[in-house]
């Protein structure tokens, strides 16, 4: 199984990033513009990527003790497994860690993944540190 570690300082309080993280159903606000569109239907969220890829990911988790969010996407593009977590980790005053980690199969489809990943991420960063 083959995994990606993400992580980025932001320079937002941990409060204001997780209360970000934490509307599952507003990752379109959140992520914009690598997503172009979200809706969250129960415990199933539609994403719909400015690529024109959509997914459909079940929400596992939104845990507000531990800043911590998890996901499996159902339906990926030529995955056969897919397990991910979004964590906020708070760094001192106005300042926070955002760590995602995905798991998934198979080994040879981290070249499609890895790409979404780190610009979702400078996303995130951008959006939150811009929206002040």
């Known amino acids: 199984m083959a995994s990606i570690h993400h992580h980025v ?3 937002v309080s941990a409060e204001r990033a ?11 606000k959140l992520f914009a513009p690598v997503l172009a569109d979200s809706r969250l ?3 199933t969220r539609t994403a719909r990527f400015a690529n024109g ?5 079940r929400i596992l988790d939104v845990d507000d003790e531990r800043r911590r969010v998890a996901y499996t996407v159902t339906d990926g593009p030529g ?27 198979p080994n040879e489809i981290d070249g499609n993944l ?8 400078k996303a995130l960063k951008s959006n939150l540190e811009h929206s002040r």
């Open 9 to 11: 300082v932001l320079d």
């Open 18 to 28: 997780w209360m970000a993280v934490r509307r599952v159903g507003e990752a379109h």
């Open 41 to 43: 239907d129960g415990d």
């Open 53 to 57: 890829m959509v997914v459909h990911e």
């Open 79 to 105: 995955m056969t497994y897919h397990h991910a977590s979004m964590e906020i980790v708070e760094q001192g005053p106005g300042r926070c860690l955002f760590v995602w980690i995905t798991d998934f199969l």
């Open 114 to 121: 890895r790409p979404l990943i780190e610009q979702g991420t």
